[in-house]
């Protein structure tokens, strides 16, 4: 996992953006300082003027012209006294709002200062971080490496130690034939001594094969354990490669290709019907319906229901289950998966009894698409049969086709549980409960396509056990974007 955060750049920025707004600041101290001089000048000389001109009046008290010219500039005098008075309180008002908007800026740069001051540190604590998990790959790499040879010179050793197994009780065998001849030509003394010695080798050779066989024993439990080891180092594997969806997706089989869709109208186009009460959507195709959309149809036996068309491939599917984007929680309880949930052009399911309506009429195909978190889209399909609500919907597969490796267990039958309606009795826990959704559990910690939905983030780990994914029996987890679950008659001839 490789990040480029370019913070020195930043910081470099945000330095020099301090160090402007510090210039300007000092600049505008200087000009008041400036200003406060002038002021406090004239506010000096201001007093000096008024005490020599009333000096002037006492000596003058006549009332020349010339005294009266002088009386006037006395008037002069004292407005810009009293001008000069109003400047040195607007420059004094002046200053102190300047120093409050000073005092502002200094604190903006302190608060930047921090600021810039604790994202270094968290990038520092990323990095390490990284570093840390690309040593602990390593290490776990390193072991599986280790662990592999281990095992395979233990399975080395077992072929060895039963090819010698199967030496000594050949030579136990020749050894017994040869007692049994003597027994019958009833030897001398000296042969009785040579079956003793015999007697002997065969029970020394009888305890050395069982030490043997505990040997063997006890290899196939460190087998076991080692095995075990093994699994717990994938699945550690597989955590710290989920982070960067890696492992996540289909691209080690080949793409799955493309198809051309029919036109789809809006979701605000509303509900489509047809004249007549069709059983399902691939007669609705064949009525001559070519957009998708949801559509009202009607099957043998059953009341009218809205489903979703999807037309593809020359013909059209009901669509009983899509999950696009995790706005709908599918942990839902027996009633609701019963009746269905969810709007028909978002996310939803159909309902146990309308898809049992629905494929009760005859055979279908049971078709799943998937897609990864990396676009990537794989499908597979299956011949199953869907039981009523007496065998709490049993369903059994058969695998078709498909482009990804089966995750469903076929010909079994399995029965659908909720939370609320556990009919798994093979296990202690509750299934639906624990991994949070309704399916045909037949083991925990399998595939469950009503999963809670998980998106997945970069310092996250995925839980498998509550994400949406495709788990074959002997392969990885394939944690998936979107599902759709859809199901085609095989013969027309049905509806006839």
Known sequence: MKRSINRPNSATQSSHTAKTISGKSLCILN???????????LLFMAPLALSADKDYFSVDSAGS???????????????????????????????????????????KLNIFDRSFYELSVQTSEIKEEEEQLRQTTARLQINNDEIKNLSQQMN????DLIQNKIQLQEKVWGLEDKVTKLAIIQPLMQETKEISSLKAFVEQQDNDIKQLLKIVEDQHVQLD?????????EDKLNHIELQELIENSFTEEQPEPETIPFP????????????????????????????SGVYTIKPNGSEAFDVYCEMKFGTSWTVIQKRVDGSLDFNQTWDAYTKGFGDLNEEF????????????????????????????????????SLGGPDTNYTLQLSRISGSIPNALPEETELQFSTADHDVDTKHDSNCPQNFLGGWWHSECEETNLNGKYVTPRSRARLDRRKGLYWKPKKGRYYFLKSTKIMIHPTDLKSFD
């Not at 080395?156 to 072929?159: A, Y």
């Open 31 to 41: 000009e008041q300082r400036e200003n406060m001089n002038i002021t406090l000048v």
């Open 65 to 107: 012209p010339e005294t009266k010219s002088r009386f006037a500039m006395l008037d002069d005098v004292r407005i810009l006294a009293n001008g000069l008075l109003q400047l040195g309180h607007g420059l004094k008002d002046f200053v102190h709002k300047t120093k409050g908007q000073m005092n502002d800026i200094l604190q």
């Open 156 to 159: 080395l050793k077992i072929e």
């Open 225 to 233: 354990r080692q095995r075990n080891q093994i699994m717990e180092l």
């Open 264 to 291: 789809v109208l809006k979701a605000t186009a509303g509900r489509y019907r047809s004249d007549g009460a069709a059983p399902d959507c691939t007669a609705l195709y064949h009525s001559g319906e070519r957009f």
């Open 349 to 384: 399911w159909l309902g146990l009894n309308k898809t049992y309506s629905i494929t009760k009429q005859g055979d279908y195909i049971l078709r799943i698409e998937l897609q990864d978190w990396k676009g990537n889209k794989r499908h597979i399909e299956y011949l199953f």
